[in-house]
């Protein structure tokens, strides 16, 4: 869903031609990797997003890929976290050293809802998706004009 909106947003800036979106995983506890959008998220995205085709579109196209250590270790690559949780997974994936280098360069970044994490929806209700849908629409433009 955040890339979705980060999409949505570098375009609406005009930035599409310097910058790539590209969503990663970081487990694959809750679902295969190649796997499209939660369908939950996608019939959140539907209500919350209204007529913004772009971002319906993308997360509709959407398929879990796992982040490598040679991503995170890119300098173009800046990474943003949705929870705090997945600092700890990040970790488990490409390991102390890539994770450490890239919150000590500033390219390590949370999405946040105020002072605490968007929540992970995952095991939650059809209104919980819509809250965490809201959320991330709300945050990721905000995160990156920031």
């Known amino acids: ?52 085709k772009r971002i319906r579109s993308a997360l509709a196209a959407h398929k879990s890929r796992l982040l490598s250590e040679a991503e995170l270790r890119d300098p173009g690559t800046i990474l943003f976290l949705v929870t705090r949780q997945h600092e700890s997974w990040t970790r488990d994936v490409v390991g102390s050293s890539a994770l450490e280098e890239a919150k000590r360069d500033g390219r390590l970044r949370m999405l946040h809802s105020g002072e605490r994490d968007v929540a992970d929806p995952y095991f939650g209700d059809e209104e919980l998706y819509q809250q965490v849908c809201s959320e991330i629409i709300r945050e990721t433009p905000m995160t990156l004009a920031g």
């Open 1 to 52: 869903m955040a890339q979705a909106v980060a999409e949505d947003f570098i375009e609406a800036n005009g930035l599409a031609e310097s910058v790539e979106v590209s969503s990663r995983g970081l487990t694959d506890r809750y679902s295969d990797w190649g796997s499209g959008a939660e369908p939950r998220m996608l019939a959140a995205a539907n209500v919350r997003c209204g007529d913004n």
